[in-house]
C-alpha cells in the first residue's frame, strides 16, 4: 500500500474527505522508520497521534494521483523521499508540534 493510499485509509477512518498533512504524518508513523520518529522528536507516539487525529480538517485545495488534498500537501515535492516529506510537514505545522512536545 502506498503512502497516500495507507493516508486515505486515515483521512476515511477520522470522517475527512481530503488527504491533509495530519494523514500523510499518520501514515508516515504507521511503520517502519516513521514508528520511531516521536520518540527522536522528543514527543510520545501516543500522544503525537491523538493530537493529528484531532486536528481541524482543511478543506482540499486540489488532487494528487486522484486523492482530494489539502493545499499543505500539494505544496510538499512529489519527488520528496521520507525525510524531506516529514521535514515539509514539520515545517508547515511546526508551532503545533511544538505545543505538542509540551502535552507529552
Not at 72 to 87: A, C, D, I, T
Amino acid at each position: 500500500m502506498s503512502l497516500l493510499e495507507r493516508a486515505h485509509a486515515h483521512a476515511v477512518r477520522l470522517g475527512h474527505d481530503r488527504i491533509g498533512g495530519e494523514e500523510l504524518l499518520l501514515a508516515v508513523l504507521d511503520d517502519g522508520v516513521g514508528y520511531a520518529l516521536p520518540g527522536a522528536w522528543g514527543i510520545s507516539r501516543d500522544v503525537l497521534v491523538w493530537q493529528l487525529e484531532k486536528a481541524a480538517s482543511s478543506p482540499a485545495a486540489g488532487t494528487v494521483d486522484g486523492y482530494p488534498v489539502t493545499a499543505e500537501v500539494l505544496g510538499v515535492p512529489r519527488s520528496s523521499g521520507l525525510v524531506e516529506l516529514v521535514v515539509g510537514l514539520l515545517a508547515a505545522g511546526a508551532e503545533r508540534l511544538a505545543s505538542w512536545a509540551n502535552t507529552g
